[in-house]
Structures are given as structure tokens and as C-alpha cells.
Nanobody, 123 residues
Framework: QVQLVESGGGLVQAGGSLRLSCAASGRTFSDTAMGWFRQAPGKEREFVAQISGYIYYADSVKGRFTISRDNAKNTVYLQMNSLKPEDTAVYYC???????????????????WGQGTQVTVSS
């Protein structure tokens, strides 16, 4: 059974940094796309970044966030720099099976999700 466990969230001041991690288990993940999404209170879950054979970012985080993965550890990371109050949300990682050479940007394109980790950016 596939499991995704996020960690690294917390409270940070505007301009600060956080690094999120997502540890995956239950199968190999080298042939997958792995993504980060976020959901703020009262808003829909939105795409942040994904990494497959390609890397893609939402415009709102481009230049500030960096996604990476370590296939040997089945782990995907999200380095978040220059954080803004509007980055406050629950951050979720997700995996899209069989998507090594595609770009997955939509919630319904992902097969498994983690439980989320809270990121709060104070002004």
C-alpha cells in the first residue's frame, strides 16, 4: 500500500525559509510524477510544483520554491525561500503513477496523497 508522509512544516516569519519532505513507501517511485499542492482555509487545493522527468512550478512560487527528489530514498522535497503570508496553507504531497515523462498539474491526476503539513507565515 502506498503511503506518503510529509514533514517540515511550521511557523516562520515573512522572508524566511522552510524545507518540506515527503517520504513515500509501498512501491518504487522512480517512474512517477510527484507533486506538492497546498490548501488555504476556504480555498480550493492548488498546484505548487511537480517533478517527474520534468519540473514545473506554479507562477506564484516560481523563483522562490525548489522541488527535488531522491529516488534512492523515495523522498521528494520542497525548499521554500522568501516566504510570504499568502503562502500560508496546508501543504500536501502526492504521487501520480506511471507519469515519469508527463507533467501533472491537476488534483485529479494524482493517485495517492499524504496527510498534509501546516505552513504558517507571519507578517
Amino acid at each position: 500500500q502506498v503511503q506518503l508522509v510529509e514533514s517540515g512544516g511550521g511557523l516562520v516569519q515573512a522572508g524566511g525559509s522552510l524545507r518540506l519532505s515527503c517520504a513515500a513507501s509501498g512501491r518504487t517511485f522512480s517512474d512517477t510524477a510527484m507533486g506538492w499542492f497546498r490548501q488555504a482555509p476556504g480555498k480550493e487545493r492548488e498546484f505548487v510544483a511537480q517533478i517527474s522527468g520534468y519540473i514545473y512550478y506554479a507562477d506564484s512560487v516560481k523563483g522562490r520554491f525548489t522541488i527535488s527528489r531522491d529516488n534512492a530514498k523515495n523522498t521528494v522535497y520542497l525548499q521554500m525561500n522568501s516566504l510570504k503570508p499568502e503562502d500560508t496553507a496546508v501543504y500536501y504531497c502526492a504521487v501520480a503513477l506511471g507519469s515519469r515523462w508527463t507533467t501533472r498539474l491537476r488534483v485529479n491526476e494524482y493517485d495517492y496523497w499524504g496527510q498534509g503539513t501546516q505552513v504558517t507565515v507571519s507578517s
